[in-house]
């Protein structure tokens, strides 16, 4: 079992940023990547950032140039994921969620999720 809890959700004008924060804890040595996801009204959760145990990253094509994802090491785990959000728009407006992958099956752990919204 791994529990997310996200931070730095809000509201920005639009060419802002906003950074995003994600510590992981419980059986943290298991978790093959973390990452984020992202819901807007009416549609449906996607993927927006991950990056693995190893380093590797992976973006959305809209976030590609705007969005940096990374980890930092706590109690000689990776378990803390940042969203480093710059040049937002409008329709980066969602409730973003922190994701984990963990252990051999690959089970899906999920933060509460938190609100960015962008004015224009």
């Known amino acids: 079992q791994v529990q997310l809890v996200e931070s730095g959700g809000g509201l920005v004008q639009a060419g802002g940023s906003l950074r995003l924060s994600c510590t992981a804890s419980?059986?943290?040595?298991?978790?093959?990547?973390m990452g984020w996801y992202r819901q807007a009204p009416g549609q449906q959760r996607e993927l927006v950032a991950t990056?693995?145990?190893?380093?590797?990253?992976?973006?959305?094509d809209s976030v590609k140039g705007r969005f940096t994802v990374s980890t930092i090491n706590r109690e000689g785990a990776k378990n803390t994921v940042y969203l480093q959000m710059n040049n937002l728009k409008p329709e980066d407006t969602a409730v973003y969620y922190c994701?984990?992958?963990?252990?051999?099956?690959?089970?899906?752990?999920w933060g509460q999720g938190t609100q960015v919204t962008v004015s224009s």
């Open positions: 994701h984990a992958e963990v252990g051999v099956l690959r089970w899906n752990s």
């Open positions: 990056i693995t145990s190893g380093g590797t990253t992976n973006y959305a």
């Open positions: 419980g059986n943290i040595f298991s978790m093959n990547a």
